[in-house]
């Protein structure tokens, strides 16, 4: 193809020396493309997320951002294009919430300098666009967990990336926050091409508000498509061990998920 | 596959400014951003502009302090005389006697300066140690060079001739290989097939710390010597300023400077590690590379401050988090901050060590934690529910 993809994972294998492996994964992920990466727990997610963040070296086969591959470029460079919002931060110090999203200007800043007027206002954009403006004096460790995300959220965006890679971020949150989160990165996906790659557990959520799904098991991909492709009962039988029953979304033309217990 | 490729393509070349431009659009349309920013951003400079205005008067008053202060007392008029004369400034008729004159230059000020220096560097190194380990615990001895260098220096003590290169005698030039040797050993353990863990680097500098502690230990216990040496042996561990040689301040004095405006370049390194590792390398850290360069730098600034002090407890861990309690963690302002402190600190703790029984003088380590303890628990009751550790 002329277009060098976004992301491109090659024949990429990796083990764990605990001995968990992901393997034969070949994705191709395009520019402005929002794409969930669904599985059990322990099927590789959080795995597949840190070796698109270069975070984790594969064992075999080639991971490319834009055509470069990831292992060759210089981390503080990856920084700029690539960023990343994990499961949760644990800071070491109280801070506030404009300090830790301050900090997502660090592959800009120069040795022995601080943020200049541009990362101020790159910082100001991320906080005002995920409306955590209000509280950017108070202490991180005072928010609730919803304000929590969408500090990390700007930290994430203040590094301008082009892809942003996401670890479950609707993790723990009640039902009202966790479509706050996503309808804002499907409005950056949508605004801006910012491409997204998030791991996720909730199905319904996924068909809602993304375009591609990747379904792991064991650490392999066993369906990659649009949602209702990959939201099939046969699959996620075989992948989950759930029963469930698939119908049109009432409203939109989607899949919509209902689970159908065994021992009910 | 192919159609989501092509509007992908569409979507990018319809906004071929997805970076920079994009992101700072909400900032210009977003009317009340501005205001709020400025209101948050402006209240830290200024705070760190008064603590470096305190901390600087802080300095010079402790100097002063430090220079008057001993077994003879000197008023500032006679210090301030001396230093002009000593400069090539007239200042008129001799008021003071010549044996004042020699206490200033050839004890007091040597000395004094030593104590800033040692105090820079040990609160520098706790600051850099703390932040990468980021454990509240860390201080400039964690990864192997208290035990390094004490044991080192008690064989000196004990068995080596009394030679000097420099100024610096056996005893200093052994506690200064010692203690590298030591984070060297240490660092050496921690690495396990390539990787380095913050855990593993604790881990191993806690067991060679002990270990060498112990053998250190053993050497006392096996030699058959006087008490004098022994005695030289204990005070030597719990601290001291030694600055037999101006001319050791010309090797240290460099070392500790160059080294302390090299560590304020890690700042924002460290500032990022305050999300934890995979944190630090995500908003772009090369955390191996900055790790080994804060071990050898935290490393080489505690061991040029052993050389000429021996073990002085408590400053490196204690300053640091005073400081940081005053104004936040932020390792921009809280290492310059930190070295200005512990500076201050220092020479206070090694004025009063040297006036409490004089002539005689006590380690100074005694004072440094009667001094920072107090100060320490001061602050962490009044507001450390704000900017503490977590």
């Known amino acids: ?264 | 596959m192919n159609d989501r490729a092509r509007g992908s393509i569409r979507e990018e070349k319809q906004d071929p400014h997805l970076g920079m431009s994009a992101m700072s659009d909400p900032a210009r349309r977003t009317s009340d951003f501005a205001p709020r920013t400025s209101h948050a951003s402006q209240r830290t400079p200024h705070l760190a502009f008064r603590t470096y205005v305190g901390l600087s008067i802080f300095l010079l008053l402790a100097f002063l302090i430090g220079v008057m202060q001993g077994a003879v007392l000197l008023s500032p008029v006679t210090i301030l005389k001396i230093l002009l004369k000593w400069a090539g400034v007239s200042v008129g008729t001799v008021t003071w006697l010549p044996a004042d004159e020699t206490i200033l230059l050839q004890l007091r000020l040597p000395r004094v300066l030593g104590g800033a220096l040692v105090g820079a560097a040990l609160a520098t190194a706790g600051v850099l140690f703390q932040g990468l380990l980021r454990n509240p615990l860390a201080d400039p001895y964690i990864i192997g060079t208290s035990a390094g260098a004490g044991f080192a220096a008690t064989v000196a003590m004990l068995l080596l001739p009394p030679a000097s290169v420099l100024g610096f005698g056996s005893v200093a030039l052994s506690a200064f290989v010692g203690g590298l040797f030591a984070v060297l050993l240490v660092y050496r353990l921690a690495r396990v097939s390539g990787q380095m863990s913050v855990v593993s680097l604790l881990l191993a500098g806690v067991v060679v710390n002990t270990v060498l502690g112990y053998l250190g230990s053993l050497t006392i216990f096996l030699f058959e010597g006087s008490e004098f040496q022994l005695r030289r042996v204990f005070t030597w561990l719990m601290g001291g300023i030694a600055i037999h040689d101006p001319r050791q301040l010309w090797v240290v004095g460099p070392i500790i400077v160059c080294g302390i405006a090299v560590a304020c370049g890690f700042a924002n390194s460290l500032n990022a590690l305050a999300l934890g590792e995979e944190g630090a390398v995500a908003v772009g850290v090369d955390l191996d590379r900055e790790a080994n360069r804060v071990i050898g730098l935290g490393a080489l600034l505690t061991g040029a401050a052993v050389s000429v002090s021996g073990l002085i407890g408590f400053l490196g861990l204690a300053v640091p988090h005073i400081l940081r309690l005053a104004i936040g963690p932020e390792h921009r302002r809280l290492l310059p901050a930190s070295a200005l402190g512990g500076a201050a600190l220092l020479i206070l703790a090694d004025a009063a060590a040297r006036s409490v029984v004089a002539p005689a003088e006590l380690p100074v380590g005694i004072f440094t934690a009667l001094l920072g303890g107090p100060l320490f628990l001061f602050l962490l009751r009044r507001n450390g529910r704000e900017r503490t550790w977590r």
């Open chain 1, 1 to 264: 193809m002329a277009v060098t993809a976004a992301m491109h994972l090659d024949g990429v294998g990796f083990a764990y020396p605990t001995g968990f492996a992901l393997g034969g994964i070949d994705l191709r992920i395009e520019q402005g493309e929002m794409v969930a990466v669904l599985g059990p727990n322990g099927s590789g997610k959080t795995t597949l997320l840190k070796l698109m963040l270069g975070m984790l070296h594969p064992d075999a086969g080639e991971v490319r951002f834009k055509g470069r591959v990831l292992g060759a470029v210089r981390r503080r460079e990856l920084a700029r294009s690539i960023a990343m919002v994990p499961q949760e931060i644990a800071l070491s110090f109280t801070m506030t919430t404009a300090e830790v999203a301050l900090l997502g200007r660090t592959p800009y800043l120069r040795r022995f300098r601080g943020p200049n007027r541009e990362d101020r206002e790159a910082v100001g954009a991320a906080m005002a666009a995920t409306d955590v403006l209000p509280f950017a004096g108070r202490p991180y460790d005072a928010l609730s967990g919803g304000e929590r995300q969408r500090v990390i959220l700007a930290m994430a965006l203040a590094q301008e990336p082009r892809l942003l890679l996401l670890d479950e971020p609707t993790r723990h949150l009640d039902l009202s926050h966790q479509l706050r989160i996503l309808s804002l990165i499907h409005r950056f996906n949508r605004a801006r091409g910012l491409t997204v790659v998030s791991a996720m557990h909730d199905l319904n959520l996924c068909a809602l508000y993304f375009d591609r799904l990747i379904l792991l098991s064991s650490g392999r991909v066993v369906a990659d498509g649009p949602p209702d492709k990959v939201i099939q009962p046969d699959l996620l039988k075989e992948v989950f061990g759930v029963t469930v029953q698939v119908e049109p979304h009432p409203t939109r033309h989607i899949p919509w998920i209902t689970i159908l217990p065994d021992d009910l």
